[in-house]
């Protein structure tokens, strides 16, 4: 009996995962379809006449979220720095790193007119750690030993497709040589990532189901491409444009042909992935709206009652798995 208590008494339960350590860096995600709806609310009140308060209210939350994502990161960093340097090694969540500096580059663009020293900060800096991002996750690929086609999915636009988003505010910021650098990147690596990325989907697996609401950042591409160059070429929407536009379009209407697929899939942080790509659209259709009038306004209002509508149900559900221990867990 005396045995059994000391070895009853000796027992420890199992440590509990620290929440910390599994913060994932693609919680950034989550600013980029913030920033992205706070836009997306700014254009709608210059070309459908909504209130102005809910697109500045957008932005202030979309900043307010990126210092507080931007201090619980680098708490990891300095207590687990072990587990940052895993996962920027990880053949897919590498990708998402880039994430930072994208949201940096959103949070200029919406605050461009309001508070334009800060956002010139945010520009700066985002298309300086973009661009390191870039070269580093290209080396990666070059010289990689880890690669395989299974790893090769939409979220590889991340880091080099991105660079089309610092135009969007650069034009106004610096010499427009800096912008048409970083559009050329992303525009030419964006039809070679797409060549790869369909080669993976059409004749090989499907995606993990953790991975399948990353199909959505298809559209981003040529949707940031539309508003960048809406932005390079003076505002004039020429056929290059509309080449652009529409086949972002047509890449929203072959997902939204799949929305029983998608409304079937649980929860997870990469559901995030419907946010920011949905908000591109609706920005470049708004632009269009602008322009030309006609059927894109009605399609204008329809997407952003989309945008807001799925902005809501990802922050709530969002919540709920921060408060149910779902989120920041061990994968």
């Known amino acids: 009996m005396r045995s059994h208590n000391i070895s009853m008494n000796s027992y420890t339960p199992p440590a509990r995962p620290q929440r910390l350590e599994h913060f994932p860096v693609s919680f950034f995600a989550t600013v980029m379809g913030t920033a992205g709806l706070a836009i997306a609310w700014e254009k709608a009140h210059h070309v459908l006449g909504l209130p102005a308060e809910i697109g500045v209210a957008l932005q202030w939350w979309a900043l307010g979220l990126f210092g507080l994502l931007a201090l619980t990161y680098l708490a990891k960093l300095i207590k687990h720095g072990a587990a940052v340097k895993h996962e920027f090694a990880h053949p897919i969540r590498i990708n998402f790193f880039p994430a930072i500096s994208i949201s940096m580059l959103l949070l200029a663009v919406a605050f461009t007119e309001t508070l334009p020293g800060p956002a010139f900060a945010f520009w700066s800096l985002g298309a300086a750690l973009h661009l390191s991002f870039t070269l580093t996750v290209m080396s990666s690929w070059i010289h990689h030993t880890r690669y395989d086609i299974k790893h090769a999915n939409p979220a590889w636009f991340i ?69 960048a160059w809406m932005k390079l070429n003076g505002g004039e929407i020429d056929a290059f444009a509309r080449i652009l536009y529409h086949v972002a379009l047509f890449l929203t209407l072959l997902l939204a042909s799949n929305a029983l697929r998608f409304f079937r899939l649980r929860f997870f942080l990469s559901t995030w992935a419907y946010s920011f790509p949905l908000a591109a659209m609706t920005i470049a259709t708004l632009i269009m709206a602008e322009k030309n009038g006609g059927l894109f306004v009605p399609l204008g209002w329809l997407l952003l009652a989309v945008l807001s509508f799925v902005l809501t149900l990802l922050t709530v559900r969002t919540a709920q798995g921060m408060t149910r221990g779902e989120i920041c867990v061990p994968e």
Do not use: D, K, Q, Y
């Not at 039809?191 to 189901?209: G, K, S, W």
């Open 159 to 227: 880091p080099v497709v991105g660079n089309i988003i610092v135009p969007v505010a650069g034009v106004g910021f610096a010499p427009a040589e800096i912008s048409w650098f970083f559009f050329s990147i992303g525009l030419i690596f964006w039809l070679v990532l797409m060549t790869i990325v369909m080669n993976r989907l059409f004749f090989h697996e499907p995606l993990p189901e953790r991975l399948t609401p990353t199909l959505f950042i298809l559209i981003a591409p040529p949707a940031v491409g539309f508003i």
